[in-house]
């Protein structure tokens, strides 16, 4: 009798996490599932605190507007304007005589005007990653590093469709859609031309980002997917922290954490591992979409400045997802290379900081690509500035600075 329930008991333990397995592959099938797993849009701390309220997250009175922009399929995305503290430090007194909370008419407020009437005024926009809302987690200490003291940066903020308190669901289109709306906000609204734009995603925003650059510096497209917009455009710089060459191809090795690992016992029958990826609705194929937008720019004479940041010890999106995007957006510029010869001409190219640290430089006429590992730093939210400020100044073509 004892061995009897030592086997069921045995039983069990086995067959109740293949059992979850199994259920989690089956949901994962289902786009609608498979999309509230991927994007986490409905795991929020918004119970904690109200993001109307900046001040919570050790912001001045009144340095952030809460305020909406309007995509053009008429969905409302929650957004933050963020002033730089200098710039704030010499406005305050108009600035904190203003009303608090969110504001429904951004462009009746001194911010608004700091931004709109400084024809030198810079703007990064923030794409931040998956789950919650744009205060989730270390996003405001990643705002304060690029707002700080002696920083020169309005800072857009944005959550996307379906996360926090924005309308709607996210989708791969509709994300890119919400992208485009913060950068035409940004320029027709505010008035802040594209050469005095950065953008910045972070995890899923860097994918986000590739979206959106498709979109406006390959297409031209005016916001609702067609392409038929004002023409190609070209930003002071695109920074991608912690990006990923595409959904299936970094899912088949995820780990959660780390060391758990998602569909690692897929594996074990490559017709299902094969059959998994298929089903996969929003491919975010980062890695295509820089290979086609280099190859664009550089066939019309644009200029671009991508920058890949990544951490050597990234639990979560692993930094080796950033050669592929590296190597992908260097074959826009030089074609396609064989392994052995692209990894000779990159160690010619790189300047080694020590262990796990190096930075590599690719150049071709005005499109330049810059891949740089840190050693430390989990998913590298901050210390962005240096490379923000050199985005910045590099504004002329023959400009030998540049």
């Not at 989690?24 to 509230?36: E, K, N, T, V």
């Not at 940041?309 to 396609?336: I, M, Q, S, T, Y």
């Not at 000779?344 to 810059?370: A, N």
Request: proline share 6%; net charge neutral; charged share 20%.
């Amino acid at each position: 009798m004892i061995n009897r329930v030592s086997v069921l008991a045995a039983s069990l333990v086995v067959a109740a996490p293949l059992g979850l397995y199994v259920l989690f592959l089956g949901l994962s099938a289902i786009p609608y599932f498979q999309r509230h797993f991927l994007y986490a849009h409905k795991i929020h701390t918004l119970w904690w605190g109200d993001i109307n309220e900046p001040e919570q997250w050790g912001f001045a009175k009144n340095q952030v507007t809460p305020f909406h922009i309007t995509t053009a399929d008429n969905l409302t995305l929650y957004a933050w304007h963020i002033l730089p503290m200098t710039l704030y430090a010499q406005h305050e007194s108009k600035l904190v005589s203003q009303p608090t909370g969110f504001c429904p008419d951004i462009t009746a407020t001194e911010n608004f005007r700091l931004l709109r009437d400084d024809p030198t005024a810079k703007l990064i926009i923030s794409f931040h990653g998956n789950a919650a809302q744009l205060t989730q987690g270390q996003r405001p200490a990643h705002y304060h590093s690029l707002t700080a003291l002696h920083s020169p940066y309005h800072l857009l903020a944005i959550d996307y469709r379906g996360f926090g308190l924005s309308t709607g669901r996210p989708t791969e289109r509709g994300l890119a859609l919400d992208a485009h709306a913060a950068v035409a906000w940004a320029t027709r609204v505010a008035g802040v031309p594209p050469e005095r734009i950065v953008l910045v995603g972070h995890s899923l925003g860097t994918a986000v980002v590739a979206a959106a650059s498709e979109l406006l510096s390959l297409r031209g497209g005016d916001g609702d997917g067609d392409g038929d917009g004002d023409g190609p455009v070209d930003f002071a710089g695109v920074v991608l922290v912690a990006g990923f060459s595409s959904l299936p191809e970094m899912l088949s090795g995820y780990a959660i954490a780390g060391w758990l690992p998602v569909l690692w016992p897929a594996r074990w029958w490559p017709w299902l591992e094969r059959v998994l990826m298929e089903r996969v609705v929003d491919k975010w194929d980062s890695a295509g979409r820089w290979r086609e937008i280099v190859k664009g720019v550089k066939a019309r004479g644009g200029r671009l400045r991508l920058s890949l940041v990544h951490a050597r010890n990234d639990w979560d999106v692993p930094c080796h997802e950033d050669d592929k995007l590296f190597r992908a957006a260097v074959e826009g510029l030089v074609g396609d290379t064989e392994a052995e010869s692209f990894e000779m001409e990159k160690k010619r190219r790189t300047v080694s900081r020590g262990k796990d640290s190096f930075v590599t430089t690719w150049r071709e006429g005005d499109v330049m690509i810059r891949q740089e590992l840190v050693p430390h730093g989990g998913r590298c939210r901050s210390a962005l500035s240096p490379q923000l400020g050199n985005l910045f100044e590099e504004r002329k073509p023959d400009d030998p600075r540049t």
